[in-house]
């Protein structure tokens, strides 16, 4: 018996919306992992570029939001330069960070960082941070 497996059966909110904001289309991506080789974040990553991109094609939302992944990343677009395939991860990246926070599931808690940190941080970097990072 032979099982095909069709992106009908694959059809998930996440990649809907995710190709909605970045405007790119997640199974372009044949998973060659040149984004993750030369990824300059990657090791830092809990999940690499590849596998988010993986991740997106089978609908695995939790792994998605819950991953640093999408936080770590530099937006630097080396990986959107190496892909073959002409997909802008970058942008996947970027996309992934708006659904984020569209379901309030912000990275910092404002309460939480210690005055003294508040004190001897640029006031810059933390509008920056919070802008990128809170809903």
């Known amino acids: 018996m032979q099982f095909t497996l069709k992106a009908r059966d694959l059809d998930s909110a996440i990649r809907r919306k995710v190709e909605e904001i970045s405007g ?19 090791y830092a990553m809990d999940v690499i570029p590849s596998q988010i991109m993986r991740f997106l094609q089978v609908g695995l939302e939790e792994d998605l939001l819950g ?3 999408p936080w770590i990343c530099a937006s630097c677009e080396i990986c959107s330069v190496r892909c073959p395939r002409g997909i802008e991860v970058a942008r996947i990246m970027e996309a992934l960070r708006h659904a984020s926070l569209r379901k309030r599931l912000d990275r910092i808690a404002i309460q939480g960082i210690p005055a003294p940190a508040i004190k001897e941080t640029p006031p810059i970097a933390l509008v ?4 990128k990072m809170t809903s």
């Open 128 to 131: 920056s941070a919070f802008r």
């Open 24 to 42: 790119e289309n997640v199974y372009a991506c044949y998973q060659c992992g040149k984004c993750s080789a030369g990824c300059p974040s990657a």
């Open 67 to 69: 991953s640093n992944t």
